[in-house]
């Protein structure tokens, strides 16, 4: 396996196109992880900002911002914070970025349905420039080529997250946040939707490891119950 260390956007992503089976690294928990095996890795520490500050009435956080900078920082909106230590292991918090996190776009991600409630943008390298795309168009049509180097929100933007798994540290069966009158919803192995409280009712859902399709729905459907979540109405 080759390791690269490309000092720019431009240069990881010639590299990307150049190799065939390759991927971008940033905190590696995944990459690196057992069971993954590349040709080539591309890391992105060289240039990833990692520092989280306040541009006016947004918070920017670096790509690079670890999960555990995250819980940690209080100029981001509580709503994040909560997702990013829904993460169980300190040392996984400590590793994983909110760039390779919002990149995975996983549907049991911790941050997934988090940053699609609060309409968070990210500010994305894209082979021609550097872009400002709301997370919701990333989510439904980026490249694996393309390259966060920031995640925003804005200051106002907060709300609740909730995320259910069988064990802490077994991967989510659903989780389910909401902003304002904005809803989003993740289900195990493929689902995301956003939109009124209702729209999980539009999910296909699946059965695997973390529960069956009809566990799912009936988790959707009451975790955001009238009176069971301080935030409803
Ligand atoms: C045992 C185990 C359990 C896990 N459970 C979960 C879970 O329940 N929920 C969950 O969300 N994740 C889970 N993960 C995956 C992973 O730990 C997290 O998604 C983590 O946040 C990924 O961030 P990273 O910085 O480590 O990314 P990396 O491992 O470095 O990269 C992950 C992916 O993101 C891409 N990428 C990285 N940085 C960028 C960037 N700046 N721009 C574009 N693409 C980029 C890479 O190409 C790669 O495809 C698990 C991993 C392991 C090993």
Not at 91 to 108: E, F, K, L, P, V
Not at 138 to 143: D, F, Q, R
């Amino acid at each position: 396996m080759r390791i690269h260390r490309p000092l720019t956007p431009e240069e990881a992503y010639r590299i990307r196109k150049e190799c065939g089976s390759s991927s971008y690294l940033l905190g590696g928990t995944y990459v690196l992880s057992i069971g993954q095996a590349y040709d080539d890795l591309i890391d992105l520490n060289g240039f990833i900002p990692s520092g989280i500050s306040e541009e006016g009435d947004r918070i920017v956080i670096g790509a690079g911002a670890r999960l555990e900078d995250i819980v940690l920082s209080p100029a981001v909106p509580g709503i994040l914070r909560s997702a990013a230590s829904d993460c169980p292991s300190l040392q996984q918090r400590n590793m994983a970025t909110i760039g390779g996190n919002a990149a995975s776009c996983r549907a049991d991600g911790y941050m997934t349905a988090a940053l699609l409630a609060v309409d968070a943008h990210v500010l994305l390298y894209d082979g021609d420039s550097t872009v400002d795309m709301p997370y919701r168009v990333y989510a439904e049509k980026h490249s694996p080529e393309w390259i966060i180097l920031s995640v925003s929100v804005s200051r106002s933007k907060d709300g609740t997250v909730k995320r259910i798994s069988r064990a802490s540290h077994m991967h989510a069966a659903v989780t389910a946040a909401v902003c304002g009158d904005t809803y989003a919803y993740t289900a195990s192995p493929s689902s995301i939707m956003y939109g009124n409280r209702d729209c999980y009712k539009d999910m296909e859902l699946e059965s695997d490891l973390t529960g069956s399709a009809e566990y799912k729905r009936y988790l959707l459907s009451v975790i955001f119950e009238e009176g069971r979540d301080g935030n409803q109405s």
